[in-house]
Structures are given as C-alpha cells and as structure tokens.
C-alpha cells in the first residue's frame, strides 16, 4: 500500500471542501472550484469521488434552500406592504407613513424569523463544510446534513484504486 497517493487522496477531498469558500472571492466560486478538483479525479478514486459529489450536492442544495428562503421572505414583505397600504412611490425618496404599529410589528417579526432563517442556513454551511473536511482529512466518507442528492452518490460502491478502501479480505484484519 502506498502512503503517498492515501494521502494525496485525503488532501484532495479536503481542498475539494474548502474549495467552496472560493465563494468569497469569486462568484460562484463555490460551484467551479469543487468541480474542477473533482472531475480530475473522480474516475480515479473512489473516495474522491464520492467527497467531490458530495461537496457539490450540498452546495447546489444551499443555494437552493438560500433563493426559497429570499422568495419566501420576499412575498412576506409585499404581502405585509399590501396589508399596511402602503402606497409605495417610484420617487427617488419614497415616503414610508406607518400609521398601523400592530402591522408594522408583525413586518418587523417577518424579516427578522426569515433574516435569522438565513443566518441559520449559513452557520450550518460553515460547519458542515469543516465538518466534512476534517472528515475528509482523517480519511472518513462524509455526508452533509439537508442534502439533496442531484449529483447521485454510489452507496455501495467507495471502491478505491489506493487499497485502503477496498473490501479485500486481506485488508481485514482484526
């Protein structure tokens, strides 16, 4: 068994999940850069393969979950606009008159739950990135909490060219 492509394995999947806060530099980074790492190697290895499609799903998965929440929230306000009757001007400074304080409230309450929703769902993908990149490191496969498989997974197949994830019987040693 060679100790070098194990671990050049294990740093690969771990660089394919940090990848994704590429999208703080560039946009969309968090798509192109797992990608990327990802296609080079999927056919390759097992293990990268299966950290790559993983880390992809979760990341299509977010964004998805991140537009639903901004929609939802966004229908919120318009909703809450049409209750309070606010007539809103295409003026350069509209005028906000909030005469209705029970109204402006419960506005006030929508966009706090859905502002804190989306803080939620970010806090989770930091974690759950370092998560499965500590996981990655250590050799462990990993499977991100709320993910949506688009991108499908082989559950019974983490056949690896490196040996280490094979289930050879000469590998299972007691």
Not at 23 to 51: A, M, Q, S, T, Y
Not at 149 to 164: D, E, L, Y
Request: proline share 2%; glycine share 6%.
């Amino acid at each position: 068994m060679n100790s070098s492509i194990i671990t050049r394995d294990k740093n690969l999947a771990t660089l394919i999940h940090l990848s994704v806060f590429t999208k703080f530099i560039f946009p969309l980074g968090n798509f192109f850069f797992p990608l990327l790492l990802w296609i080079f190697r999927k056919e390759e290895d097992g293990f990268v393969d299966h950290h790559g499609k993983n880390a992809l799903n979760f990341q299509i998965s977010i964004f998805l979950y991140s537009v639903l929440l901004v929609l939802l929230g966004l229908a919120g306000i318009v909703c809450s606009a049409i209750y309070l009757d606010h007539q809103i001007s295409l003026h350069t400074f509209p005028e906000f008159a909030i005469d209705d304080l029970q109204g402006a409230m419960s506005a006030i309450i929508f966009v706090a739950v859905f502002g804190s929703l989306l803080l939620a769902l970010f806090i989770l993908e930091i974690f759950a990135v370092i998560s499965a990149s500590i996981k990655a490191n250590e050799g462990e496969l990993y499977n991100y909490p709320l993910c949506i498989n688009f991108i499908r997974t082989n559950k019974t197949n983490h056949q690896s060219k490196n040996g280490q994830f094979n289930n050879n019987k000469e590998n299972q040693t007691l």
